[in-house]
């Protein structure tokens, strides 16, 4: 991962620009304005890097009373540390058993965040584990005292693919920037994201709407992917992109992924072509002490409504 640092970056500017404004500061500027910008967009373009960036907050969080809202942060680390672990536990393929989240890929808002990956197809794995865990919170499997006391928590998502760079420990580019401002545009739950995502599933996996079809066993196949081949690994068994039948009846696995072209929104005078993504999984959970099958839960992401995006 391509990082840059303060001392790089202040060499860099103090080498043509400066802070003191005597003498004829126009003609400064005309002279030299150029050369400057094109001296920091070489080295921008060493440190700029395309990522996806998965944003999540809670919808309605200014809503909550006083208790409920100082339980929330802690509900989020809790899920997000659950999630971490799932990933590491389930799926070796994509994430080889080491993710974390650090300053380096992840960005703490309190009631969500940034979360930084490779690729758009890792960010939707994570989001479904993410789903999976804030499903077992609500159907109060999971902290039920805490549960009742926040009430349902809802969670709207949304992806991002562009440029971001490393400035010490933290994280800045257009991805974060778009990300926020759709995030800011959605008044409901939904998982909304962008153009340059609609294009990467287009490119490499044939669009979006393979993830109800899509396979280990493909990813391992296909060239896009070859990187994280790892020796003896065939199948993710229980990783979020296979399935597993019962008498027939999938009970394990995406079951429905919809998109929808939204459209353009306006945020801060720019314009972001927007789509819309529902994804429904099946699955059972285990005790985790005996290994009892609780009742069947089928999770939601996103939602099919997508009233009031567009002006």
């Given at each position: 991962?391509?990082?840059?640092?303060?001392?790089?970056?202040?060499?860099?500017?103090?080498?043509?620009?400066?802070?003191?404004?005597?003498?004829?500061?126009?003609?400064?500027?005309?002279?030299?304005?150029?050369?400057?910008?094109?001296?920091?967009?070489?080295?921008?373009?060493?440190?700029?890097?395309?990522?996806?960036?998965?944003g999540f907050d809670i919808y309605g969080y200014s809503q909550y009373k006083e208790v409920p809202q100082a339980l929330i942060p802690f509900?989020?680390?809790?899920?997000?540390?659950?999630?971490?672990?799932?990933?590491?536990?389930?799926?070796?393929?994509?994430?080889?058993?080491?993710?974390?989240?650090?300053?380096?890929?992840?960005?703490?808002?309190?009631?969500?965040?940034?979360?930084?990956?490779?690729?758009?197809?890792?960010?939707?794995?994570?989001?479904?584990?993410?789903?999976?865990?804030?499903?077992?919170?609500?159907?109060?499997?999971?902290?039920?005292?805490?549960?009742?006391?926040?009430k349902e928590i809802d969670i709207r998502f949304a992806l991002t693919y562009d440029e971001v760079?490393?400035?010490?420990?933290n994280v800045y580019g257009t991805a974060i920037i778009n990300n926020a401002r759709i995030l800011s545009k959605d008044k409901l739950n939904r998982f909304l994201f962008d153009r340059n995502s609609n294009e990467w599933f287009l490119k490499n996996l044939n669009g979006i709407e393979i993830l109800r079809n899509i396979s280990y066993s493909s990813l391992h196949e296909s060239e896009n992917f070859s990187s994280y081949l790892k020796p003896g690994l065939v199948d993710d068994e229980w990783g979020v992109f296979n399935k597993k039948f019962n008498g027939g009846i999938l009970a394990f696995g995406i079951s429905d992924c919809n998109t929808q072209k939204i459209g353009v929104i306006h945020a801060k005078q720019q314009e972001i072509s927007i789509f819309n993504l529902q994804m429904q999984f099946s699955l059972s959970i285990n005790s985790e002490s005996d290994?009892?099958?609780?009742?069947?839960?089928?999770?939601?992401?996103?939602?099919?409504?997508?009233?009031?995006?567009?002006?």
């Open positions: 991962m391509k990082k840059t640092t303060m001392k790089e970056m202040t060499d860099l500017i103090y080498s043509s620009d400066r802070h003191e404004t005597f003498g004829n500061i126009d003609a400064f500027i005309k002279d030299n304005v150029v050369a400057h910008e094109f001296k920091v967009r070489d080295y921008l373009m060493q440190v700029l890097e395309k990522k996806a960036v998965l509900v989020m680390k809790d899920l997000l540390n659950r999630t971490v672990s799932n990933i590491n536990r389930y799926e070796q393929f994509l994430f080889d058993g080491k993710f974390s989240l650090t300053t380096e890929n992840y960005i703490d808002t309190g009631d969500g965040g940034f979360v930084i990956f490779d690729t758009p197809l890792h960010a939707i794995c994570f989001s479904i584990h993410f789903s999976i865990a804030l499903r077992q919170f609500n159907t109060y499997v999971a902290l039920p005292l805490t549960r009742d006391i926040i760079f490393f400035l010490e420990d290994g009892t099958v609780f009742e069947p839960l089928v999770v939601t992401v996103g939602s099919l409504n997508s009233a009031g995006l567009v002006e």
